[in-house]
């Protein structure tokens, strides 16, 4: 088993490794195009920076399938099934589709009709979904059509989450990321631990998709050189899906029933386990991409909006402003992401043990109290106050309530304390406006959102360190 999971690690730092020397290169590239759209009202960001991000990635797929062709191990996956080639044709359409949107904005329509003709390429190749585990009836075997239109549905849905979710620097990649690694030890144990060989295309894929957001996430992280764009966000997201479906509609569910039961009901209960996870494993591992995509939907919707219309209302705009910085937002969009993943697949191995259910639990409760930490500023006894950030110090909030402690740099709009020379009346002028409408501060008193100043204003594009 070792030799598996050693073929496994090559592909994936293979695709990690030309992602990453890629994104560079393609940085420059999108500069000198054009590529650099203009700062929009939902927009975090406060400086243009470039996308096609997603050219990297897709390369990065392409060097991760060529090895693992190569591969002894891993090549039988590509003479005993066509998904790979499906997978490859899917993705190129997707990307090709991404790329022209990232240059020249092409309408969501366009790209909606786009995703649902890559969904029917790879559907035509045999990555299509064959039957479904219903709970209380058990496996139905699906029509054609019956299939083409779930796995039509479910790549398309997973396209706009992932991409829906794509707004703060890191958050897609890294959560894609943890979505997948999830993904892989499920299908991975079902591959070599039950010899499922069904499963071997998903596991390869997986592999292949934490390379790409591997090798991506150096250049993404915050503040971000480069976006993944559209070209990225909706490969990723295929990839994904891609995966979901390879397990849920190509694996016989009456080969999962790998536990022995005794007729009793809660031993049938997890007898029929394994059972269903393939059918709510890709939920869950979309599932925070996926509430936000229906809250904005139902969130237009009652404004009288398009579904369509982009505006602040995410999930991570609103970390943002109940005080949370960016690093620390895009950290607690992981959190849940990797609670929900590993949670369902770890239940899914030891569904007998309530350690897990009290150990997602108590997770969930630490989620919570993260969420709400900005609403709060905890102050620490005196013997502690010399082993804590300022903020948290008694003797600094006496001095706030009396009035005797200078205003702070982040009271400012703009990122850091003040201004250059020449800056400082406006900033003054504008101090007033300011303090009747607060803007949440972050950590080290960048704010998370509000006006940027004009000094990076007037930096050129594509010189930011």
Not at 117 to 137: C, E, F, S
Not at 245 to 263: A, E, H, M, N
């Amino acid at each position: 088993m070792g030799q598996p999971v050693r073929d496994y690690l090559l592909t994936l730092c293979v695709t990690a490794a030309v992602t990453y020397l890629l994104t560079g290169p393609v940085r420059k590239f999108a500069i000198a195009t054009g590529a650099m759209p203009e700062i929009r009202a939902r927009d975090v960001h406060r400086e243009p920076t470039p996308r096609l991000g997603g050219i990297a990635m897709f390369f990065g797929l392409c060097a991760g399938l060529l090895v693992a062709d190569h591969l002894q191990n891993l090549g039988s996956v590509f003479e005993l099934s066509n998904e790979p080639r499906a997978l490859l044709s899917g993705a190129a359409l997707i990307w090709l589709i991404g790329v022209l949107d990232d240059k020249f904005e092409i309408d969501a329509l366009i790209k909606l009709g786009g995703q649902m003709i890559a969904a029917g390429v790879m559907v035509m190749q045999g990555l299509t979904i064959l039957w479904i585990p219903v709970p209380g009836v058990g496996t139905v075997s699906l029509t054609s059509w019956q299939g083409t239109l779930l796995t039509v549905a479910l790549v398309v849905i997973t396209i706009n989450a992932v991409n829906f979710v794509d707004g703060l620097d890191g958050l897609a990649a890294g959560m894609v990321c943890i979505a997948a690694a999830a993904f892989f030890l499920y299908s991975y144990r079902l591959w070599f631990g039950n010899m499922i060989e069904a499963a071997a295309p998903a596991t390869l894929f997986t592999a292949i998709l934490m390379g790409m957001c591997l090798g991506f996430l150096p250049h993404n992280m915050h503040p971000a050189r480069i976006f993944m764009g559209d070209s990225g966000s909706m490969l990723i997201g295929l990839v994904l899906a891609a995966s979901a479906i390879s397990v849920t509609g190509q694996v016989d569910p009456d080969t999962l029933r790998i536990f022995v039961y005794d007729g009793s009901t809660r031993s049938t209960t997890h007898a029929m386990l394994p059972v269903f996870i393939p059918l709510l494993l890709p939920l869950t591992i979309i599932a925070i991409p996926l509430a936000d995509l229906v809250l904005a939907i139902v969130r237009r919707t009652w404004k009288g909006q398009s579904p369509f219309a982009a505006d602040r209302g995410h999930l991570h705009h609103r970390l943002l402003e109940i005080g949370h910085s960016h690093s620390r937002a895009v950290l607690i969009m992981y959190f849940w992401s990797a609670l929900f993943a590993f949670g369902v697949v770890g239940y899914s191995v030891h569904s007998a043990s309530l350690w897990i259910v009290m150990v997602i639990v108590g997770l969930s409760a630490v989620g919570l109290v993260l969420l709400l930490l900005p609403r709060f500023t905890p102050r620490a006894p005196r013997w502690a106050e010399r082993f804590v950030p300022p903020r948290y110090r008694r003797r600094k909030a006496r001095l706030a309530q009396e009035g005797t402690e200078p205003e702070p740099a982040h009271a400012y709009a703009g990122e850091g304390a003040a201004g250059p020379a020449g800056e400082g009346a406006a900033g003054a002028a504008g101090a007033h406006e300011e303090r009747e409408e607060p803007v949440p501060a972050g950590v080290n008193g960048a704010t998370a959102i509000g006006a940027r100043s004009r000094a990076s204003e007037r930096r050129k594009a594509g010189t930011r360190g």
